[in-house]
Structures are given as structure tokens and as C-alpha cells.
């Protein structure tokens, strides 16, 4: 596993071993973005182990966590204002998490986590994509990180299943394509300022009708199922750029993961899973001897990692039974890798983020989506291995919001 200046100082939990650290063609330690060392800040630097990043040591840093966004780019933009991680001008996006903020968010020094579903049921998910790449650029500097988790609505489209594509995100993608070309090519200029222009190059274009994408209008919509598909088929633009991030991730005594982590994924081994999807994706396929098959423990099936339910669904709808033994596996599961308490999306909360299992898992996504339940932002946040719920205050002011202590 590539690791930079990394010390835990404990030895590594089962289920984080290590694999053979990647090389460049010249024989030298090829490290993606992610796998570097931060800015010094608060209790030390931030260290990144694992490509694409599986352990992260982030000493005095305040953890924000916020759940699916799904394409609501407004709605995410919120969520990150409520945490305190950003700041919209008229020219751009500024990460503020490593800046003075006013309370509560007094610890200057921050680590986000989106846990996955940036894809689906929205229109702007590039825009989105962008503007969390965009902040992990500047929050590198200024003694923070931004991280982001696979969901499967990520692993949905990398197979090519559109199901659940908003008509407008087929647009997205063709003026995403064209605004490529208008930089010549250039991948992380087009990328990082994507979310700059997003807005208003949708005004430029104007957006198509819902009703020109009936089943009946999709050959007169080629172009946008073309581009959606160059981009996130697999060793597509995109598929490559969600390829950089993890299905799982450690941060300090959390573990954050879209579905759930299990016992089973454990023991097949974190890093294995995180490399083995990241492979998938980057890959297109036509290399007969790389190991390309889906990753079918993190990304297929009712309890892979991507998918599992097992923490997250509502208790009103399971027996006694099966509470007791979602506890028992959470607390086993935590146990095995040395954690404290896991961080999980995928199942909308109607009560809004809340803790379970004891208060071993809390469960961040709220459908904040216009596509999904179009509810109120909620963040959850860490410090000192403290979790506590921030939302807006009735008065739906973000200066003044409700912070709710569970524990």
C-alpha cells in the first residue's frame, strides 16, 4: 500500500494489510493525487495510506460527513455552507475549512467525507464532481482534505445502467464534452473550473424538455447517451476520475462507506476491494490479462459494500431479531478493524441523520435531492470523536443552526 509520512503510530488493524505498492514505468512509487501528506495544521499532518486512499491519519482535525447528494448541486452547496467547508463567490467556490469561521465550527482545521451517490436522479453530478475535487485541491493547502466514497449509483454507470439518469444530466454531459474540447483537452482545467461555468452554460444551451426523452425520442437523443457513455463507461474521463477514490475509508477511528461494512468484506480485505474496483473502473476491458471482472463483494449484491442495508434501514421495518444482530455485526466488524463507529449513506432517513446499532453506525443520508426526498440539508460532525447532527434552525438561518449531541 503507498504511504507518505504515514504514523498511526499502532499497528495496522486485520483487513487493512497492505498490497504491493504501485510503480510508474520507471521503476519509481507511482502515488495518485490522494496519496500525499497535507499541509501541517492543528495536530500534525494529514497522512493518506493507500491508492486509492484506505487509511487516513488526520490528527485535531475536525470531520464533517454529509450523505447523498444525487445530482442537487444547490442542495450540495448547502450541505458543505452548513459544514463550514465552503464559501460561494461570484467568481468561484473557496474551501473555508481551513480558515476562521465563526462557531460552531471553531476548529479551523477540516476533513470532509461525501459518502457516496454524487450520481443519479439530479442534473448537475459533474458540476458536483468538480466541486468537490475542486475543494480537496484547496483544502490540501490550508491543512485539510476532502474525500469522497464509491456508491452504487457510482458502480450503476460505470456497467452503463442509466436507469436512474435525470434528462438533464444526459445534457450535462454534452456540454461538459464541449467545454472539453474549448480547452483543448485539458482534463484538469475542463474539470476543476466545470463547476465555474456549469450554470451557465445550461442557460447558453437551454435544457431539453423531459418529454423529448420517451422511449419513443431516444434515437433523436443519441448524442446524449454517446456522451454519458464515453464518459463513464469503464477507462472513460470519468470512470477514471471515480476510480481515485474508495469504496471504504478510515479516518483516524471512523470508517466511512456508502452501504455498510460487513465481517466478510473485512476479512477479503479493505485495501483488496478498494484497488479491485478502482482497477474495474480504470480498465477498459479490451487488456485480455488484467484482472477486469466487477468486483462482485463491494459493488454486486444485497450485501456488498455498496449495497447493504443491513445498519441503515428503518427500524419500524425490521423484527427485534434482526436489530439485535445488526448490533452484534456492527460491534464485530468495528471490533476487527479498530474502529470507534462507522459513517453510512444509501437509505434516505426520514427522522434525518441519526445513530444506530448502539451508536455505532450513524446514518447520513437525509434525500436531500430534489430527486429523491428534496429534504433539508443535515451534516454530520466529529470532533474528537464526539458525532454530533448540525441542521437549520426553523428560521432557516445557517448562521444559527441546531446542534444535536447523541452521545
Given at each position: 500500500?503507498?504511504?507518505?509520512?504515514?504514523?498511526?503510530?499502532?499497528?495496522?488493524?486485520?483487513?487493512?494489510?497492505?498490497?504491493?505498492?504501485?510503480?510508474?514505468?520507471?521503476?519509481?512509487?507511482?502515488?495518485?493525487?490522494?496519496?500525499?501528506?497535507?499541509?501541517?495544521?492543528?495536530?500534525?499532518?494529514?497522512?493518506?495510506?493507500?491508492n486509492?486512499?484506505?487509511v487516513?491519519?488526520?490528527?485535531?482535525?475536525?470531520?464533517?460527513?454529509?450523505?447523498?447528494?444525487?445530482?442537487?448541486?444547490?442542495?450540495?452547496?448547502?450541505?458543505?455552507?452548513?459544514?463550514?467547508?465552503?464559501?460561494v463567490?461570484?467568481?468561484?467556490?473557496?474551501?473555508?475549512?481551513?480558515?476562521?469561521?465563526?462557531?460552531?465550527h471553531?476548529?479551523?482545521?477540516?476533513?470532509?467525507?461525501?459518502?457516496?451517490?454524487?450520481?443519479?436522479?439530479?442534473?448537475?453530478?459533474?458540476?458536483?464532481?468538480?466541486?468537490?475535487?475542486s475543494?480537496?485541491?484547496?483544502?490540501k493547502?490550508?491543512?485539510?482534505?476532502?474525500?469522497?466514497?464509491?456508491?452504487?449509483?457510482?458502480?450503476?454507470?460505470?456497467?452503463?445502467?442509466?436507469?436512474?439518469?435525470?434528462?438533464?444530466a444526459?445534457?450535462?454531459?454534452?456540454?461538459?464534452?464541449?467545454?472539453?474540447?474549448?480547452?483543448?483537452?485539458?482534463?484538469?482545467?475542463?474539470?476543476?473550473?466545470?463547476v465555474?461555468?456549469?450554470?451557465?452554460?445550461?442557460?447558453?444551451?437551454?435544457a431539453?424538455?423531459?418529454?423529448?426523452?420517451?422511449?419513443?425520442?431516444?434515437?433523436?437523443?443519441?448524442k446524449?447517451?454517446?456522451?454519458?457513455?464515453?464518459?463513464?463507461?469503464?477507462?472513460?474521463?470519468?470512470?477514471?476520475?471515480?476510480?481515485?477514490?474508495?469504496?471504504?475509508?478510515?479516518?483516524?477511528?471512523?470508517v466511512?462507506?456508502?452501504?455498510?461494512?460487513?465481517?466478510?468484506?473485512?476479512?477479503?480485505g479493505?485495501?483488496?476491494?478498494?484497488?479491485?474496483?478502482?482497477?474495474?473502473?480504470?480498465?477498459?476491458?479490451?487488456?485480455?490479462?488484467?484482472?477486469?471482472?466487477?468486483?462482485?463483494?463491494?459493488?454486486?449484491?444485497?450485501?456488498?459494500?455498496?449495497?447493504?442495508?443491513?445498519?441503515s434501514?428503518?427500524?419500524?421495518?425490521?423484527?427485534?431479531?434482526?436489530?439485535?444482530?445488526?448490533?452484534?455485526?456492527?460491534?464485530?466488524?468495528?471490533?476487527?478493524?479498530?474502529?470507534?463507529?462507522?459513517?453510512?449513506?444509501?437509505?434516505?432517513?426520514?427522522c434525518?441523520?441519526?445513530?444506530?446499532?448502539?451508536?455505532?453506525?450513524?446514518?447520513?443520508?437525509?434525500?436531500?435531492?430534489?430527486?429523491?426526498?428534496?429534504?433539508?440539508?443535515?451534516?454530520?460532525?466529529?470532533?474528537?470523536?464526539?458525532?454530533?447532527?448540525?441542521?437549520?434552525?426553523?428560521?432557516?438561518?445557517?448562521?444559527?443552526?441546531?446542534?444535536?449531541?447523541y452521545?
Open positions: 500500500m503507498a504511504v507518505v509520512s504515514l504514523r498511526l503510530g499502532v499497528p495496522r488493524p486485520a483487513g487493512f494489510a497492505a498490497p504491493p505498492c504501485p510503480r510508474n514505468r520507471g521503476g519509481g512509487l507511482a502515488f495518485s493525487s490522494s496519496s500525499c501528506c497535507c499541509a501541517v495544521a492543528g495536530g500534525g499532518p494529514i497522512t493518506v495510506a493507500g486509492p486512499p484506505t487516513v491519519s488526520a490528527p485535531g482535525r475536525r470531520i464533517v460527513a454529509i450523505g447523498d447528494v444525487h445530482g442537487d448541486l444547490y442542495q450540495t452547496r448547502a450541505a458543505l455552507q452548513m459544514a463550514g467547508v465552503l464559501r463567490e461570484a467568481d468561484g467556490h473557496v474551501w473555508t475549512g481551513g480558515r476562521t469561521v465563526p462557531p460552531p471553531a476548529q479551523t482545521h477540516h476533513v470532509l467525507v461525501q459518502v457516496g451517490d454524487v450520481l443519479d436522479r439530479g442534473e448537475d453530478e459533474i458540476a458536483i464532481l468538480s466541486l468537490l475535487s475543494l480537496n485541491m484547496q483544502a493547502s490550508h491543512g485539510g482534505a476532502v474525500f469522497q466514497i464509491i456508491g452504487n449509483h457510482e458502480t450503476m454507470n460505470v456497467e452503463g445502467d442509466f436507469r436512474f439518469v435525470d434528462p438533464g444526459f445534457d450535462e454531459c454534452i456540454r461538459f464534452l464541449d467545454y472539453l474540447d474549448e480547452c483543448n483537452g485539458d482534463w484538469n482545467d475542463a474539470f476543476l473550473n466545470w465555474n461555468v456549469a450554470e451557465r452554460r445550461k442557460k447558453q444551451y437551454g431539453s424538455p423531459n418529454d423529448d426523452w420517451r422511449p419513443w425520442n431516444f434515437v433523436k437523443n443519441q446524449g447517451f454517446a456522451a454519458r457513455t464515453s464518459l463513464f463507461k469503464r477507462g472513460g474521463l470519468l470512470a477514471c476520475e471515480l476510480a481515485r477514490h474508495p469504496v471504504v475509508l478510515k479516518v483516524n477511528d471512523w466511512f462507506c456508502h452501504g455498510g461494512l460487513l465481517p466478510h468484506h473485512v476479512e477479503y479493505i485495501e483488496r476491494m478498494n484497488k479491485e474496483v478502482s482497477m474495474w473502473m480504470k480498465c477498459s476491458g479490451v487488456d485480455s490479462d488484467a484482472e477486469t471482472d466487477i468486483p462482485f463483494i463491494a459493488t454486486t449484491g444485497y450485501d456488498s459494500v455498496v449495497w447493504s442495508r443491513l445498519y434501514q428503518d427500524r419500524a421495518e425490521r423484527t427485534e431479531r434482526s436489530v439485535m444482530i445488526s448490533n452484534i455485526v456492527a460491534e464485530q466488524t468495528l471490533k476487527t478493524v479498530g474502529a470507534k463507529g462507522m459513517v453510512v449513506g444509501h437509505t434516505p432517513q426520514i434525518g441523520v441519526n445513530c444506530k446499532c448502539d451508536g455505532k453506525v450513524w446514518c447520513v443520508d437525509v434525500g436531500m435531492s430534489y430527486g429523491v426526498l428534496h429534504s433539508k440539508p443535515e451534516v454530520l460532525e466529529i470532533v474528537n470523536d464526539r458525532p454530533r447532527v448540525l441542521k437549520k434552525t426553523r428560521n432557516d438561518s445557517y448562521d444559527e443552526m441546531e446542534v444535536l449531541d452521545l
